[in-house]
């Protein structure tokens, strides 16, 4: 009864603890009250230090209270750069995509394309480093091929913007890598024994990235599947084409030396 009566007691204190917590004002927040321009200030100076996740805070405050106007549009802006600088490519995406709608004829939003483009571009680096990973046939290319459209869509809208001239750099150097990762790739298959599959691997090289420097790598790999599938005038056909286009592949002396043997 007393243990009861103890229990009893104790309710209204508890109850009277949740309700003093309750009571406890929240945290305050600091910058109540700061002008626009000095939560600008703020976040730039975050920027510049290197505390990106500080800098959005104060971005995503400008937002919020001042959403009309030069400050809340170069809020969204640093958004992106800080997102991307952040090592958060698909926030740094998102937050250029909400860009680009929300201010299509903005002076600037070919930076929103462009910074689309260096997120995609940056976070395909392993496979471009690497160009052929061991597990190569289920290697996802797509996001360097989601960079090419990004800045071939830039040079194509902004064809005079002083980010169009890299965006084509980096497209021509995305051509290229994507082309060695598919003659890798074939070279692979061609050392498994594999040789219908490294066939249409390079058979895709010359159709989609004829002018990279892959395609007599390609046409090197076309000539030995053929000659191992034993097809040899198709062999010889593919050899006179990489004689012609690369008379001087260190590759022919040991091709036509194969084909002679298949004789």
Request: aromatic residues 10%.
């Amino acid at each position: 009864m007393r243990r009861i009566s103890k229990l009893l007691l104790a309710g209204p204190l508890v109850a009277a603890l949740l309700v003093g917590c309750s009571l406890l004002p929240e945290k305050i927040d600091e910058t109540q009250g700061w002008s626009v321009q000095q939560l600008y200030s703020e976040a730039k100076d975050s920027m510049s230090s290197g505390n990106y996740k500080t800098a959005i805070e104060y971005l995503d405050k400008i937002q919020a209270r001042y959403p009309f106007g030069r400050y809340a549009q170069q809020a969204q802006i640093d958004t992106i750069y800080c997102q991307y600088k952040d090592n958060e490519p698909d926030a740094a995406i998102a937050a250029a995509d909400r860009f680009i709608k929300a201010n299509p004829r903005h002076p600037y939003v070919d930076y929103a394309y462009y910074m689309k483009g260096l997120a995609n571009f940056n976070r395909s680096n392993s496979l471009l480093e690497r160009l052929a990973p061991t597990d190569r046939d289920k290697t996802d290319t797509n996001t360097a091929r989601q960079a090419y459209s990004d800045f071939a869509e830039l040079a194509r809208k902004f064809p005079d913007s002083k980010y169009a001239e890299d965006a084509r750099q980096r497209m021509l150097f995305l051509h290229n890598s994507l082309a060695a990762y598919e003659v890798n790739v074939a070279d692979f298959y061609m050392r498994r024994g594999a040789y219908v599959a490294a066939l249409n691997r390079a058979t895709y090289v010359l159709k989609t990235y004829s002018r990279t420097p892959a395609a007599e790598d390609a046409l090197s790999i076309m000539t030995q599947a053929y000659i191992k599938m034993g097809m040899p005038q198709l062999a010889n056909d593919s050899l006179r084409v990489l004689e012609r286009n690369y008379p001087q592949s260190p590759e022919l002396p040991k091709l036509n030396a194969l084909l002679k043997g298949t004789g």
